[in-house]
């Protein structure tokens, strides 16, 4: 047994202007789960003390929250693994939502943007009277098994950085869910959801791997990876800063060798884009005041041949 | 407070020791942008090498790494690429490579770490790198700087050498994350708690400050995607170090250096102003070490470091 004091961020945005904390100690097996000893106190100390839980065992996805400042499921978190010396361990809210009472957050934005996703199968026949069988091979299930457990806990979305400075990300989560669509073989929506994940700004992930902590190896940031390759294999949106800029990297390192930065810039905001680059522009002068300014043209490295026999080898014809 | 939680699957070389660490002499992979927009980098490495009495044999014929965005268009160019850079290693006969960026760190981890789980791909590498004479045998480990400062170097040696102990200048680190995350391909330290910058800075007399942002996205790689979103991610993450008494940042990526140098100022309508100088790490272990500040080009950064430096009694 273990004396646990759990420190409890408290809030109910019915009554309170601020939030304060509780510290409620309660005893339990110091291998019990943070969302068990949340139940004891609860059920023992503090009535009033709010959370969401159904499963108790990570597959419902209701009980994230950030335990150490570490957001997670508490049903899948043992005390013992994040009680320090004294047994205290502190418990808030999923950040980069609103809360709404204790631990319990308003989760809107994140259904909503899954919402949008026409998170459905969406086949070319409508098959009403459900007469036919819907077949897809092993191979190409495998692929979306993975993306298949996801159970919607948002941990991913609380973490990612982008979302915490700009809402209008689609977050981790929704794209992840994006490519178990796109990829499904049985999917007749494949170009329509490529087009709407571009424009919820799938390229604004920062490739930050913070979504990576998914309890369910849903491992969004390759997915994220995965829906860019086949938004650039079906020519979607080619024109968009993503697109573009990836095109243009893979350019200039097949011609020099080296990301040459000048010129990724340029091709990235458009080179006649000139109110774009005027927004670039002062920091650029800034730089150039430093004589910080990279290179206007990047010299090839040596052998840079064999670079272009690698890209020449591999490459999926993109222009 | 909370407990280290270490990755399930260290990598195994995590904290190998190399052959290239026995004789001084490594391979040294400095990346496209210590060749452009930050050559101080460049250049502060290169002079603190000497102060550790080390060997970084350039890899001259190398190419870019890839990064995130040629993987984002074709995995296995950016691994083929990479196994290029090791075959160039190997025949020099070193088996360490080291970065001095977090995101070449992190990519050409990934690479290796691919090539050498996976025949299929090694395979189809050497088929492509036999095409000009080159086999990559599987032989070389990639490690940042920072980690070779500690696991080689190590700290009780570094205290030792400091000769401009940093008199208690108070340093925010920030990490970048493709040098900790994700775990399974790094796994040096923990990323969700590291302290490997606490303790170089700690052990050249500086005072380490900790804050939230620390292992957080600067947002470079998306400067040019959405106006003003890593603007933003910069002020949140400077504005949480100022907030907690730091004077300066340290950072062992360039790409993470030219966003927190160069977006404060931008950030500052909607974070307020922070102005924190940011150093390079190889920059500010020269320095201790006695390299003379005129010579790591600190007179580059938008926020010049030299004016707290000087408050600080460090130079005059
Ligand atoms: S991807 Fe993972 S972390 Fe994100 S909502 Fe799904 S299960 Fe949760
Ligand atoms: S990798 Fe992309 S989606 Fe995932 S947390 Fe980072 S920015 Fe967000
Ligand atoms: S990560 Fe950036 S700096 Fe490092 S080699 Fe790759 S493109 Fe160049
Ligand atoms: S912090 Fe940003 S720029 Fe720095 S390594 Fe991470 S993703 Fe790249
Ligand atoms: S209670 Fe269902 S996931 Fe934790």
């Known amino acids: 047994m273990a004396n646990i004091k759990l420190d409890i961020f408290r809030f109910d945005e019915a009554v309170d202007s601020v939030p304060h904390r509780d510290i409620v100690a309660v005893d339990v097996p110091e291998t019990m789960t943070v969302l068990d000893a949340l139940e004891t106190a609860k059920a023992e100390v503090d009535g009033s003390i709010s959370f969401r839980r159904s499963c108790r065992s990570a597959i419902c996805g209701s009980c994230s929250m950030n335990i150490n ?178 095109l243009i990297v893979n350019k200039t390192v097949k011609q020099t060798g080296m990301l040459a930065e000048t010129e990724v810039i340029q091709g990235t905001v458009g080179r006649f884009n000139f109110r774009g680059l005027l927004k670039v522009a002062p920091l650029g002068l800034r730089m150039a005041a430093k004589g910080k300014l990279p290179p206007p043209f990047v010299k090839p490295i040596p052998k840079v041949d064999e670079v272009r026999t690698i890209f020449d080898s591999l490459e999926v014809p993109v222009s | 407070m909370s407990a280290t939680l270490l990755p399930e699957d260290r990598p195994a070389d995590s904290h190998k020791r190399s052959h290239s660490a026995e004789t001084k002499r490594y391979g040294f992979f400095p990346g496209c942008v210590a060749k452009e927009s930050c050559k101080e980098l460049f250049n502060s490495t290169m002079l603190l090498a000497d102060k550790l009495g080390i060997e970084l044999i350039e890899l001259t014929a190398a190419s870019c790494c890839g ?65 000009f004479g080159a086999k990559y045998n599987g032989g070389v480990m990639v490690r940042h700087l920072l980690w070779m400062l500690i696991d080689d170097i190590g700290l009780d040696n570094l205290r030792k050498m400091v000769v401009r102990p940093l008199n208690g200048l108070k340093v925010a680190p920030f990490y970048g994350c493709h040098i900790i995350r994700p775990e399974k391909v790094n796994g040096w330290e923990s990323a969700r708690n590291p302290h490997s910058l606490e303790d170089v800075v700690a052990a050249l007399g500086g005072e380490p400050v900790d804050y939230a942002g620390k292992t957080r996205c600067c947002g470079f790689h998306i400067q040019l995607e959405k106006d003003g979103v890593a603007t933003s991610m910069v002020g949140q993450n400077m504005r949480m170090a100022k907030d907690k008494g730091a004077e300066a940042v340290i950072t062992p990526c360039p790409l993470c250096h030219l966003a927190l140098d160069g977006y404060q100022q931008d950030a500052a309508s909607r974070w307020g102003r922070t102005d924190l100088p940011t150093f390079h790490l190889p920059q500010l272990v020269a320095f201790a070490l006695g390299v003379p500040a005129e010579k790591l080009g600190l007179n580059k950064h938008l926020i010049d470091p030299r004016s707290i430096m000087v408050e600080r009694d460090l130079i005059a």
């Not at chain 1, 808030?92 to 204790?102: I, K, T």
């Not at chain 1, 934005?109 to 897809?136: G, S």
């Open chain 1, 69 to 246: 400042g570490v957001t997670g499921l508490a049903c899948k978190t043992p005390c013992n693994t994040v009680m320090d010396e004294q047994g205290v361990i502190q418990v808030d809210p999923m950040p980069n939502f609103q809360p709404m009472r204790d631990l319990v957050v308003h989760m809107d934005p994140f259904w909503d943007k899954y919402t949008r996703l026409k998170p459905y199968l969406q086949p070319a026949d409508k098959d009403e009277d459900h007469q036919t069988e819907r077949r897809v091979s092993p191979e190409d299930m495998k692929k979306l098994v993975d993306v298949a457990n996801c159970v919607m806990c948002a941990t991913c979305y609380a973490l990612c950085p982008v979302v915490s400075v700009d809402p209008s990300f689609a977050g981790p989560a929704a794209i992840a869910y994006a490519y178990r669509f796109i990829e499904d073989v049985r999917d007749s929506k494949r170009e329509e959801r490529l087009a709407q994940i571009n424009e919820d700004y799938l390229w604004l992930c920062a490739h930050c791997y913070a979504c990576s902590y998914c309890p369910k190896h849903v491992d969004p940031n390759d997915r994220i990876v995965d829906v860019k390759r086949a938004t650039i294999k079906d020519r979607v949106m080619m024109n968009e800063r993503g697109p573009r800029h990836a």
């Open chain 2, 67 to 131: 990064a995130s965005v040629v993987n984002d268009t074709n995995r296995d160019i950016a691994r083929v690429l990479n196994a290029r850079t090791y075959a160039q290693a190997e025949a020099l006969g070193l088996d360490d490579v080291i970065t001095i960026c977090s995101t070449c760190t992190g990519h050409m981890r990934a690479a290796n770490k691919e090539l050498l789980e996976n025949e299929e791909r090694m395979t189809q590498a050497n088929s492509i790198l036999g095409k």
